[in-house]
């Protein structure tokens, strides 16, 4: 009986430590356990090149890109510059030139002109004339999407998703919408934000205390939340204020989504806590007997993977395996849906130091991608498996703050300057389809 009660302890005193880690420490407090009621074609602006020498930083050499306002641009056009010209930036895929004076005759560098077009009898809508140079003559394509007034950013946030994905194959994410927690128990609750960091809005009731959040393959948002030292229980944004019925009964403390309509939740019950999946959250199955796993998240092909705990350390688990080494301390998986396969990214913590790692599990070895001195959680991708998002808390780059980067080449750019206790991002909201042209001669300059 005395050997129970030590390992039970050993146990508990793990758990605290770890959710400490996560600003979680709260979260032990003795509570009864209530019921919780793209168009075809690769890119066409090359690839990325990296020049390294043994012992120097590399080089990365992007590839160049022209962003311009059309002539004599009215000012709804130039803020249609300002954000398709941030987003590119933010996409990390480009070197980007984005001045608003025209281009040289001789500047043979690819080119986006923006416009709005608006005769005052119709719908606005926004125009990208997609141009690049090519034995000896210009070709253009033009891309316009419908939008409900001049300024309206969501269409702004369309129209770069679809030059994007005549510059790539792929269209980008940057429609989609953020959720963030903020990690500061000032004001735990859940804000919405574009990806580019504008326009945060508070989400949930004051008196809950946000943990967690995912969204799932049709975009609805879900969250998990505390009420006055409760239970932690499971929401969705249709309903803030009803709890979702989970069984099995516990605090949920991680939440993840698959495109199959499966879920995946990390739920604390007794001393410990551990990954249920299933496609109803009131007839979850246990995915293993741990004791402390946490984040739980689905792969494209439905690979589950999470941060546990083995034998005294936190690795990150992809199904019943390992794949990360006994060091530091790892968390924030995150599964990445990259044009060039899965990836599956994590953070690694050791003294006062961070890395993010990237791997494409049973295909290529671990990779370190960013290490900085600080603490770097809560990482997530986007839609468009090309861009990583992380919370920052540190006196490097610009400081505290949400960054986000490509997954490749990384390149941290902060979009908010508060550090989060989760982030998610969802896909792009729909809006009416753009249409698109085929490829002309373009005008002598």
């Not at 050993?10 to 996560?22: E, F, I, N, V």
């Not at 610009?398 to 902060?414: I, K, M």
């Amino acid at each position: 009986m005395i050997g129970t009660e030590r390992k039970r302890s050993t146990q508990r005193g793990t758990m605290t430590r770890w959710l400490a880690t996560l600003g979680l420490g709260w979260a032990l407090t003795p509570t009864p356990l209530q019921a919780a009621p793209a168009p075809d074609g690769g890119d066409v602006l090359g690839e990325i090149e990296v020049d390294a020498t043994e012992g120097e930083t590399p080089v990365i050499h992007l590839p160049p890109l022209l962003v311009r306002p059309m002539a004599g641009a009215r000012p709804e056009v130039i803020a249609l510059h300002a954000v398709v010209a941030r987003d590119l930036e933010l996409s990390g895929l480009y070197e980007l030139d984005a001045g608003h004076s025209p281009p040289r005759a001789d500047d043979t560098r690819p080119r986006v002109f923006l416009d709005v077009i608006d005769d005052g009898e119709h719908p606005p809508s926004l125009l990208a004339s997609i141009e690049r140079f090519a034995d000896d003559e210009w070709t253009q394509r033009e891309v316009v999407i419908p939008a409900p007034t001049l300024r309206d950013r969501p269409s702004f946030h369309r129209l770069t998703d679809r030059v994007l994905g005549e510059l790539t194959g792929r269209d980008g994410a940057f429609a989609g919408r953020l959720a963030v927690v903020r990690r500061t128990d000032a004001d735990p609750r859940l804000f919405h934000a574009d990806p580019d960091g504008k326009g945060a809005r508070v989400v949930t009731p004051p008196e809950q205390l946000v943990v967690a959040t995912a969204f799932d393959a049709k975009g609805r948002l879900h969250y998990s939340a505390s009420t006055r030292g409760g239970t932690v229980r499971l929401y969705r944004e249709d309903d803030l204020l009803t709890p979702i019925p989970v069984e099995p009964r516990g605090s949920i403390y991680g939440m993840g989504f698959g495109t199959d309509g499966r879920m995946a939740l990390s739920i604390g019950r007794g001393t410990g806590i551990t990954v249920w999946i299933g496609k109803e959250p009131a007839t979850l199955t246990q995915f293993r007997e741990g004791s402390l796993d946490l984040h739980p998240v689905l792969g494209p092909k439905g690979r589950v993977a999470f941060a546990g705990e083995d034998h005294g350390n936190m690795r990150i688990f992809v199904g019943r395996r390992a794949i990360s080494p006994y060091r530091g301390g790892t968390s924030s998986p995150t599964w990445c849906d990259h044009p060039d396969g899965a990836r599956l990214v994590w953070v690694e913590r050791s003294g006062k130091s961070s890395w993010v790692w990237s791997a494409r599990p049973g295909v290529s070895a671990p990779q370190k991608i960013l290490g900085l001195r600080g603490k770097i959680s809560a990482t997530t991708c986007s839609p468009d498996g090309r861009i990583v998002l992380f919370s920052y808390d540190g006196r490097g780059l610009e400081g505290p703050g949400v960054y986000l980067g490509n997954v490749d080449v990384l390149r941290p750019r902060r979009i908010m300057p508060q550090p989060a206790r989760a982030l998610a991002w969802g896909v792009p909201v729909e809006g009416p389809k753009p249409s698109g042209g085929s490829p002309t001669a373009r005008p002598s300059d």
